[in-house]
């Protein structure tokens, strides 16, 4: 130290420092050299002399003492820590703890004791691996400086390690120092477990639960193969691992809130959702606590149950029980209203299922199918068909269950105990909105009231008819049955094209008849005129009418100029044969008749009024020509008109 201060003074003075190098590098080497004592010791003495000269300037000696101070002083705490060092070293040395010491910044082992090598480094070298683990788990720790049982295991080496460590100043710098145990003396202790282990495993194995027992600092000592698949592993795979290596730190804070009271004793049940195989599954779960010999808790048995099939289950059984009663509720409701509605309905209604059996029916259908409404219900609606309808009438109801189309018809029907009766009945296929059933609705309306109004309804219009069709004064058909039957035995005949012919009667100087005979007196002649005239055609389509006043006209459908000629002469010469006097006639004695005749051929381009108009036409000749004769119409363009009075047609 005093060397190296006079080498720096030296140099600071500027004084013979080659000189001193060299002396001072050939003293220190002890090389050989050829030692010469003057030259030795004069730089000494030069020294010398500049340390006393430097002694006479106060601020240099006194930074130079303090200076010479501070070395000796580093010195000392240099030589203190070595000595402690040295003292740490070997109680380490002979500790049985295994114990290294790691740089804080770059996990360089510092130091390993023998220990470490005992544990670690027999068969390999292993040691290196221990101690990279720890400081791997260390470096985690960002303000601790120091750690206590910190478990963890090393996979590489199938190896469970506990360690504690504190950070301690290793010869100027950071370091861990680490104190390491096995942890397989831990899970030694749990005796029940090594005796019963084999059995358990072989229980687990059978299991589909997820069952896994543990020690207290979080061991996996068995488990069920399902437990194990959950992290995908298997059972031998887990085993000897720690909780901590599959559970994330959330769960696993989780896990130890519920373990709470599985350590003093209670078993603990609680259920929770939980992601098994990518599925969130409902796990129901039960902590029991295990004890050694000493009824101290040394594990913990888990047992987890999927509940969710029977959550599920539970669900399904909740909700169909209140779709039951939703249901029930529904169709009593349903079923009171039904029946009220139903037994307020006047006309007999009844339903019937899908099966054709009766399931309701208001008092007016038991009343009318003769049967008590207690036997109606459920009974097979087959029972009240009669034999010859049966198979219709099952033909008829299946089809509407399956399309839907509404029935309606009428039928006498005879019940037993009641009296023949009609009725309309009205079938509808209806679907009970409480089950999706369909069924029928069956409305029976009793038409015997209203047949008989409308029968009598007919025969009243009938009556009516027949006396809208009548001529009163003369009671053969009057101009408006004329008309209809002309018009309808026309379009027939245009048809079926048959020949037509029309007879247009008129009786001859009737206003002197009236004038002479009176108007009553007139009536008379012409109702006997009509039924002279009605009782000369026989064909049951002829018609004789009375046109209006004192004219008559014949219809004959189907007849042709030759027959309507030999019709015209009967009729004058029965009208002749009357031999009614009238003796201000012109034409005779009595009461003539005149007529003019006309066929056609009806087309679809011709009408029945042509017809009337060739008869009026005809008839106007008859007069023209003396009267008391027919006249048979001609068209004059062809042929020109003939008038005939030729009563020897009347001999043929
Ligand atoms: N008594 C009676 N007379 C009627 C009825 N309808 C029409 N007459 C009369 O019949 C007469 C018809 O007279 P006209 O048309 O002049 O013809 P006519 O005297 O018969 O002379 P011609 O036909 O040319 O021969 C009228 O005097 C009518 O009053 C009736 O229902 N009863």
Redesign the pocket.
């Known amino acids: 130290m005093a060397l190296a201060l006079i080498f720096i003074i030296t140099a600071l003075q500027g004084s013979n420092f080659g000189v001193l190098w060299s002396v001072g590098v050939r003293w220190i080497l002890g090389g050989n050299m050829d030692f010469n004592y003057q030259s030795f010791m004069q730089p000494i003495l030069n020294w010398w002399q500049a340390i006393t000269e430097l002694s006479t300037n106060t601020p240099i000696m006194i930074t130079f003492w303090l200076v010479v101070a501070a070395l000796l002083m580093s010195m000392l705490v240099i030589l203190t820590l070595s000595r402690q060092i040295a003292t740490y070293k070997a109680l380490l040395t002979f500790s049985v703890t295994p114990t290294l010491v790691l740089d804080v910044k770059n996990a360089t082992i510092r130091y390993v004791n023998p220990a470490i090598t005992a544990a670690f480094d027999q068969d390999n070298n292993t040691s290196h691996i221990v101690a990279q683990c720890c400081f791997e788990r260390l470096s985690h720790l960002t303000d601790q400086t120091s750690v206590t049982n910190d478990v963890f295991h090393i996979k590489k080496l199938k190896k469970t390690l506990r360690y504690s460590a504190v950070q301690i100043n290793y010869q100027g710098r950071r370091a861990w120092l680490c104190q390491i145990e096995h942890m397989d003396t831990n899970s030694a202790t749990i005796s029940p477990w090594n005796m019963d282990g084999q059995i358990i495993n072989s229980l687990f194995s059978s299991n589909s639960a997820l069952i896994h027992i543990k020690t207290l600092d979080g061991l996996i000592l068995s488990c069920s193969p399902s437990w194990a698949t959950q992290f995908g592993q298997s059972v031998e795979q887990v085993s000897g691992y720690f909780e901590h290596d599959f559970y994330s730190v959330s769960k696993l804070e989780q896990i130890k809130s519920y373990e709470k009271y599985v350590l003093t004793g209670e078993v603990q049940e609680y259920e929770e959702w939980s992601m098994v195989d990518d599925n969130n599954i409902l796990l129901q779960t039960i902590k029991y606590p295990l004890y050694d010999e000493h009824q101290k808790v040394v594990a913990i048995l888990t047992v987890s149950n999927d509940q969710t099939e029977v959550m599920e289950l539970n669900e399904r059984l909740l909700s169909e029980n209140s779709e039951h009663l939703r249901i029930e509720a529904e169709l009593s409701r349903h079923n009171s209203l039904l029946n009220s509605v139903i037994n307020a309905t006047p006309d007999p209604v009844a339903f019937m299922n899908g099966n054709g059996k009766y399931v309701g029916a208001n008092h007016g259908y038991c009343e009318v199918v003769g049967v008590k409404h207690a036997d109606l219900i459920g009974m097979d609606r087959q029972q009240l068909f009669s034999h010859d309808k049966k198979s219709w009438l099952l033909e008829q109801e299946n089809q509407l269950l399956v399309d839907g189309k509404s029935i309606r018809y009428e039928e006498f029907l005879h019940f037993v105990g009641q009296d023949p009766r009609w009725y309309e009945i009205c079938k509808q296929r209806y679907v009970n909105s409480t089950n999706g059933e369909s069924g029928i609705l069956i409305i029976y309306r009793d038409l015997t009231e209203r047949k008989r109004i409308e029968h009598e309804l007919e025969q009243a219009i009938e009556k009516f008819d027949e006396l809208s069709s009548i001529d009163e004064?003369t009671k053969i058909a009057n101009r408006r049955t004329f008309d209809r039957k002309l018009q309808h035995h026309w379009s027939t005949h245009c048809r079926e094209v048959k020949e037509i012919s029309l007879l247009f009667c008129?009786?001859?100087?009737?206003?002197?008849y009236?004038?002479n005979y009176g108007?009553?007196?007139?009536?008379v002649?012409?109702a006997n005129i009509a039924q002279v005239m009605n009782e000369q055609v026989h064909r049951g389509a002829d018609l004789v009418a009375r046109y209006g006043?004192?004219e008559f006209a014949v219809i004959l459908p189907n007849t042709d100029e030759e027959g309507a000629v030999r019709l015209a002469l009967k009729i004058i010469a029965a009208v002749e044969s009357l031999a009614i006097a009238h003796a201000h006639s012109n034409v005779a004695k009595h009461v003539t008749l005149?007529i003019g005749v006309a066929t056609m051929w009806p087309e679809d381009e011709s009408s029945e009024a042509q017809l009337l108009e060739h008869a009026d036409k005809a008839l106007y000749l008859a007069?023209e020509h003396g009267?008391n004769q027919y006249c048979v119409y001609r068209d004059q363009e062809r042929e020109p008109a003939m008038v005939e009075l030729n009563f020897d047609l009347l001999k043929h």
């Open positions: 004064l008129d009786v001859d100087s009737f206003k002197l009236n004038d108007h009553p007196m007139g009536d002649v012409l006043g004192e005149s007069k009267r």
